[in-house]
């Protein structure tokens, strides 16, 4: 067998060579394919580590542009925490004002009524105004009406030189409280612009009458 030929030898998993061999040089080929085979498991296991790793980094990458970057980048996640938040400061505007909103309308309520007594206030008062002024004029014109004597009359100051049928004091002061006679004033004959008093029966008030300024008799003015 040291003589004996092989007519080929496999050096790897490719190649062949057409050699011949004698024993020893059989027994080197099979030192050398004992020494290959732990090179051929190291490559193996290099081969999937590296199929490994580049998996691994493969799934970095699908991690890292498709969860972490889409979600961070996402407009529209973006934009519904943006609106989120701008609706919640809104929403405590919006509460802020109502309550603002209510606290006025309270105070308006309360003015409401306040002003309502006030007006109340104001207009007894104006009342009590008018009734106090109507008989102080009832007691000055009963006053002067017991000045006078029986069929008795005197001019009090009144006048509508100015303007017919236009009743003033002699000052320039509007007449407010009148107590004409029956059928007065009456311009009779176009010239009556004085006013009179007409003398009543004692513990009544003396009432007016319109005559010609031209007539001459008693006056009575107040100081
Ligand atoms: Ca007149
Ligand atoms: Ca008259």
Same mark, same amino acid.
């Given at each position: 067998?040291?003589?004996?030929?092989?007519?080929?030898?496999?050096?790897?998993?490719?190649?062949?060579?057409?050699?011949?061999?004698?024993?020893?040089?059989?027994? =080197?080929?099979?030192?050398?394919?004992?020494? *290959?085979?732990?090179?051929?498991?190291?490559?193996?296991?290099?081969?999937?580590?590296?199929? @490994?790793? /580049?998996?691994?980094?493969?799934?970095?990458?699908?991690?890292?542009?498709?969860?972490?970057?889409?979600?961070? /980048?996402?407009? =529209?996640?973006?934009?519904?925490?943006?609106?989120?938040?701008?609706?919640?400061?809104?929403?405590?505007?919006?509460?802020?004002? =109502?309550?603002?909103?209510?606290?006025?309308?309270?105070?308006?309520?309360?003015?409401? @009524?306040?002003? *309502?007594?006030? $007006?109340?206030?104001?207009?007894?008062?104006? *009342?009590?105004?008018?009734?106090? *002024?109507?008989?102080?004029?009832?007691?000055?014109?009963?006053?002067?009406?017991?000045?006078?004597?029986?069929?008795?009359?005197?001019?009090?100051?009144?006048?509508?030189?100015?303007? $017919?049928?236009?009743?003033?004091?002699?000052?320039?002061?509007?007449? =407010?409280?009148?107590?004409?006679?029956?059928?007065?004033?009456?311009?009779?004959?176009?010239?009556?612009?004085?006013? $009179?008093? @007409?003398?009543?029966?004692?513990?009544?008030?003396?009432?007016?009458?319109?005559?010609?300024?031209?007539?001459?008799?008693?006056?009575?003015?107040?100081?």
């Amino acid at each position: 067998m040291n003589t004996a030929l092989m007519d080929s030898m496999e050096i790897d998993d490719d190649i062949y060579i057409h050699k011949s061999l004698t024993t020893a040089g059989l027994a =080197t080929q099979v030192d050398f394919q004992k020494r *290959k085979q732990p090179s051929r498991c190291a490559s193996v296991c290099l081969g999937l580590l590296c199929a @490994v790793l /580049l998996a691994g980094n493969i799934g970095q990458i699908i991690y890292y542009n498709i969860i972490i970057h889409c979600s961070s /980048l996402d407009p =529209t996640q973006a934009n519904y925490n943006t609106l989120t938040q701008e609706k919640e400061y809104l929403q405590n505007n919006n509460d802020n004002l =109502t309550t603002e909103k209510d606290q006025l309308q309270r105070n308006y309520d309360s003015l409401t @009524v306040e002003r *309502k007594e006030l $007006e109340d206030r104001l207009s007894n008062l104006t *009342k009590d105004k008018d009734q106090l *002024k109507a008989g102080f004029n009832n007691l000055k014109n009963a006053y002067v009406n017991g000045l006078l004597g029986v069929s008795q009359n005197a001019w009090i100051g009144l006048t509508d030189h100015l303007k $017919e049928g236009t009743w003033m004091w002699v000052d320039g002061t509007p007449v =407010t409280i009148q107590y004409w006679q029956p059928g007065q004033p009456n311009s009779f004959n176009g010239n009556q612009d004085c006013g $009179e008093i @007409v003398q009543q029966s004692l513990g009544k008030v003396g009432e007016w009458n319109d005559d010609g300024c031209f007539s001459e008799q008693l006056w009575i003015c107040e100081k």
